[in-house]
C-alpha cells in the first residue's frame, strides 16, 4: 500500500478502511496494545503490525509506556502521537465562549474565556477567536498549519455538512456565514468542524463523561432554551436535516401560553430560564413570597431562574413550587421521549440545570410516571458531572474524529 | 486465509471482516459487479476478485447473467448463490399469521397464511408454525438442514438478543418463551431471530419500500395499538432494552381517558381501532347517526375501526368527525416525535390506516402544525404503500441479514 505518500495529503488525512479502523479504534479506546488492537478489529496479529508500521512510518501513530500487564511482559502499547498537529476547540454561548488548543490526544494545552454577546455577528465574534487562538499558538509555540482542526460548538441550528448555521433566532448575521472560508487562509491544513452546541456536550459526555459506557443517551440542557442532544449506537444523531432534539418546542400544554416559535404551549415557553423567571416576577409583584420580592428588588426587577433558585434554597415555598412544577413537566414531556427513543441515561445541564436538587427530583418523577415500566426499569437519570467542560471536550474530540477520513 | 472451511462451520456462518463487507454490501445493492463492489467497499479490485473467489468457492456467491453496461462490454454482476440455502419468514398478528419460505435471494418461493388466536399460547402456534413449513419443504423438496434461519415478527415487545417476547401484554403465555430451542431439532442449522412486528415492517420498507431511499424515517403502525418501527441511520433502532417505538403510550391528553396500561390519556387509549369503534358505537347508541347506527346493527354490536371506515366513506358526518379527530392527534403526538428524531418520511401503516383519505391527511395537519418548519421542511408523511407485505418482507430481510456474522 502506497499509504504514507497519501498520508502527506491535506486533512482530512485519507486512510485506507483499515488504516481508518485502527485510528477510530485509538480514538474511542485510548492507547492500546498491539494485540488489544487486533482482539477489537478482527484483523490478525501481522497486519496490525503492517498497519501500525504505516501510521508509525507517517508520523501518526507512536509507541509509549508500557501497557497493563496480564501477567506477562508488559506489552508497548500505541498512541497517536501528540505533536502530529494539534486542535482548536470552541464552546460558544449566548454570552461568551471558552476556547482551548490540544494536542492529537485531546489533552487541552491552554485554554482561555472571553464574555460575548453572539448577537454581535459572526464577523468580529470569529475575529476575536481568531486573535485568541493566534496567540495561543504563540505561546505554545506552535505554527498555524499545524492546526489540523476547529471544532466549534454554536447555540443554534447547524448544516452540519457544510460547517454553517442555519437560520439561527438567537444569532441573527450567523446565518449561512461561510465560517470554514473565515479561517482557511491563516489555518490552511485546518478542517473546520462546525455543531450545535447540545450536539458538542452530548459529544464530550461520550468521549470522558457518564456518556462513555452508554449506548443511547441523551443530553438535556435547559437555559434559555430547552434542547437535547441524542447519542444512537455510540454516535451523535443530527436527524434528516439536522434538526433533531429539539425538544424546546413540543407541545407541553395545548392551553399553554404562545411561544415565540409561532405556536401554543411549547415546553420551552412553560420551564425553560425565562418561563421561570417570569413566573416568579410575577410571585413578586403579587405580593406572594417576600424572598422573591427581595431578589426581585435586587436585581432591579431582571429576575433570572438563578434567583429563583437562591430563593428555592432560602426555603421559599413559591419558588420552590415554580422550580417543582417547571421540573415536572420538562419530565411530562421527556417520558414521551423515552418511551420512543429508550435511552439507557439521560443528563441534565445547562445553566438552569442547577437550580436545586428538587428540580432533577421533578424531572425524574415527571419521566417515570408518564413513561413506561419497560423503558425506564434500567434508565438513569442524572445531572451532568461535566457539565461546564462538556462542550469544551466535545468539540475538541469531535474535530479529533474529522481529521482523517476513510477512503471511499 | 482459511476462510472457506470456516464456512463450512454451522450458522450464523463466521466471516472475516473485508468478506462479512462484501456480503453487507450485495444484501443491501442487490447483484453488482467487481468494480462496483470495489467501488462501494473501497478495497482495490485485485483484493476483490480474492474474496469473490473464496466467497464463490464455499457455494455463497455465484456470477450470474450480465450488468448494465456503461459504454463497453457488459460485466458479469455476483449475487447469492438461490439455492446455498433456505429461510423461513413469518409476519404474526394477534388473529392471524403470514408464512413464506423464501431463497437466498430473498425471493419468496411459496407463502401461507393461517387464522390463530395468539392468546392460546405459544406451543399450539409454534407447532403449526412447524408443521406448516415442513409441509412446504416438502413440496419444494428441500430439506429441513438447508434452512438457515427463521426471520418471525411477533406482536409484542421483544428481548432481540434472547430471541424472546418480553412480558408482552396481548400474548399471555408467550413470555420468554424459548422460540429458539423449539425450531432446534428439525432445523440442527437455522438461527432463530425474533423481533417484533413494526420493526419488522420498518424493515421491509428499508428492504423493498419506500424506506430503501431514506436513511432515517418512522413506520407507524396504527390497530388495536399504536406502535412506531424506527430507523435510524439506515439500520433498525430498539433503544437500550429493545422497546423503542413505543408511541401508543406517549401522553396525548391529561384530562384524556384511563389507559390499560394504567396511565392516563395514552394516544392509544384515544386514537387507535378501540378507540375509534368505542366512540362511534357511543355515537349509535346516542342516535347521533343513522349510518353508524346501521353499521352498529349490522355487526351485532361489535363495532371496530372498520365499519366507522366505512361509514366515513358513506358520508357519515359523525364518522368523518371521529377519523379525522384521532388522525390529527395521532399527529399531535407524532409532531414530538418529528422534533425530536427529524426523519425525511413517516410511513402510516397497519389495520386502522386505511378507514379514509381524511385520517392520512389529519395525521398530516397534525403533525405539521405542531412541529417546526426547520424539521418538516423536507419530511414525506404517506401510507405503507407494501403494507400488508411489509412484515413478511422485512422478516425475510431481517432473518438474511443474520445468516452470516462478523468474526471479532
Not at 487562538?133 to 506552535?142: K, P, V
Not at 428555592?312 to 417543582?324: C, Q, S, T, Y
Not at 417520558?335 to 445547562?350: D, E, H, K, R
Amino acid at each position: 500500500m502506497d499509504s504514507v505518500r497519501e498520508l502527506i495529503s491535506p486533512p482530512p488525512f485519507l486512510l485506507q478502511p483499515p488504516q481508518a479502523k485502527i485510528v477510530a479504534c485509538l480514538r474511542r479506546q485510548g492507547p492500546l496494545s498491539r494485540t488489544d488492537i487486533a482482539d477489537i478489529t478482527g484483523y490478525s496479529r501481522s497486519t496490525i503490525t503492517t498497519l501500525v508500521n504505516e501510521l508509525t512510518d507517517a508520523g501518526i501513530l507512536e509507541e509509549m509506556g508500557d501497557g497493563e500487564s496480564s501477567g506477562g511482559r508488559r506489552p508497548r502499547v500505541v498512541s497517536f502521537r501528540s505533536d502530529f498537529g494539534y486542535i482548536v476547540a470552541v464552546d460558544m454561548g449566548a454570552t461568551g465562549f471558552d476556547l482551548a488548543v490540544a494536542d492529537f490526544n485531546a489533552v487541552l494545552l491552554e485554554r482561555v474565556s472571553m464574555p460575548i454577546d453572539v448577537r454581535d455577528g459572526a464577523a468580529p465574534i470569529l475575529g476575536m477567536l481568531h486573535r485568541l487562538t493566534l496567540e495561543i499558538l504563540e505561546r505554545q509555540a506552535i505554527s498555524p498549519e499545524k492546526i489540523y482542526a476547529f471544532g466549534i460548538g454554536v447555540p443554534g441550528p447547524v448544516d452540519f455538512a457544510a460547517g454553517i448555521l442555519n437560520a439561527p433566532p438567537i444569532m441573527p448575521g450567523w446565518d449561512a456565514y461561510p465560517i470554514r472560508a473565515f479561517f482557511r487562509s491563516t489555518f490552511p491544513n485546518a478542517i473546520v468542524i462546525v455543531d450545535n452546541d447540545v450536539n458538542m456536550m452530548a459529544q464530550g459526555e461520550l468521549a470522558a463523561g457518564a456518556g462513555r459506557k452508554h449506548e443511547n443517551f441523551l443530553f438535556v440542557k435547559i437555559g434559555t432554551g430547552i434542547g437535547c442532544g441524542i447519542v444512537a449506537r455510540g454516535e451523535i444523531y443530527r436527524g434528516s436535516t439536522g434538526s433533531a432534539g429539539d425538544v424546546g418546542h413540543i407541545c407541553a400544554d395545548r392551553n399553554g401560553p404562545m411561544c415565540h416559535c409561532g405556536n401554543v404551549g411549547c415546553l420551552e415557553a412553560i420551564a425553560a430560564g425565562p418561563a421561570i423567571a417570569h413566573r416568579a416576577s410575577e410571585a413578586a409583584l403579587a405580593g406572594r413570597s417576600a424572598i422573591l420580592k427581595k431578589y426581585y428588588e435586587q436585581c432591579g426587577g431582571q429576575m433570572t431562574a438563578v434567583e429563583v433558585g437562591r430563593a428555592a434554597a432560602e426555603g421559599d415555598k413559591v419558588a420552590n413550587e415554580i422550580v417543582r412544577d417547571s421540573g415536572y413537566i420538562i419530565g411530562e414531556v421527556l417520558a414521551g421521549q423515552v418511551n420512543f427513543f429508550n435511552p439507557s441515561l439521560i443528563l441534565i445541564g445547562g445553566g438552569v440545570s442547577n437550580i436545586g436538587l428538587m428540580f432533577l427530583s421533578s424531572i425524574r418523577s415527571g419521566i417515570l410516571t408518564h413513561s413506561l415500566p419497560l423503558s425506564t426499569r434500567h434508565l438513569r437519570i442524572d445531572t451532568s458531572a461535566i457539565a461546564q467542560d462538556a462542550g469544551l471536550i466535545g468539540a475538541a474530540a469531535l474535530a479529533l474524529t474529522n481529521v482523517f477520513s476513510e477512503e471511499r
